[in-house]
């Protein structure tokens, strides 16, 4: 069956380092693939958005990589600082739907 | 953007909901989540044009409208303790969307 995998555990990182998170899937062949940021209590807010034909995707200090390959994409913040604290939420088009992942809480110390 | 009401809401086991959700002004779809605590968005349904676009894995006594004036409602009958979860409303431009728009969420618990 199709699945999404995040990494459940928190992310620890200390400001102004570059926080990775992972989001892997199996029995997809996505046309594109989405990240998300999510506040505790609030809606996921969309962030970046890359194709398969695509391998990497920069937006201020955000990046995303892309391998169809290995299944799998990357999502790095350059620079982090304490306001990137969130979970974040990978997910893919399945025919009529969005699946998410189950995010990755990443929390940036000072 | 997109507004949800209400932003909180108990029941006990077994009465039914009416969660409402305002769109964005000129998108045709809105498709509702629920999301369960430490868990990921779940696909509840998607509306398109007032007419239901697509379906995930929850039983009948979840349903919904859309409505012309971009407003829609999910509705859940013989609430159980499991429906306790954030609901989530998103709306987009298209029915696999680029990019949607989410709410903030109606926090329901169930009784």
Not at chain 1, 44 to 70: A, C, G
Request: net charge neutral; charged share 20%; with cysteine.
């Amino acid at each position: 069956s199709q699945k999404i995998e995040q990494n459940s555990e928190a992310l620890n990182i200390q400001e102004g380092k570059t926080a990775t998170l992972t989001c892997n899937y199996t029995n997809y062949s996505p046309a594109y693939l989405q990240w998300y940021r999510q506040d505790p209590g609030r809606g996921p807010v969309f962030l970046l958005l890359i194709r398969e034909n695509e391998k990497e995707k920069r937006k201020e200090r955000l990046k995303v990589t892309f391998d169809t390959t290995l299944k799998q994409s990357l999502f790095h913040i350059t620079a982090s600082q304490p306001a990137d604290s969130a979970t974040y939420l990978c997910a893919l088009p399945n025919t009529d739907k969005l699946i998410f992942g189950t995010g990755t809480r990443l929390q940036v110390f000072p | 953007g997109v507004t949800q009401s209400p932003t909180h809401l108990i029941k006990t086991r077994g009465q039914q909901v009416t969660l409402r959700c305002s769109s964005q002004s000129g998108h045709n779809t809105v498709s509702w989540y629920q999301q369960a605590l430490g868990q990921g968005p779940q696909f509840i349904f998607q509306y398109y044009r007032e007419e239901e676009n697509g379906r995930g894995n929850f039983p009948p006594r979840f349903s919904g409208l859309q409505f012309p004036n971009d407003s829609s409602e999910l509705n859940v009958n013989a609430l159980e303790l499991d429906d306790s979860a954030l609901y989530l409303c998103a709306s987009s431009l298209e029915a696999i969307p680029d990019e949607q728009f989410f709410g903030p969420g109606t926090r329901l618990t169930v009784l």
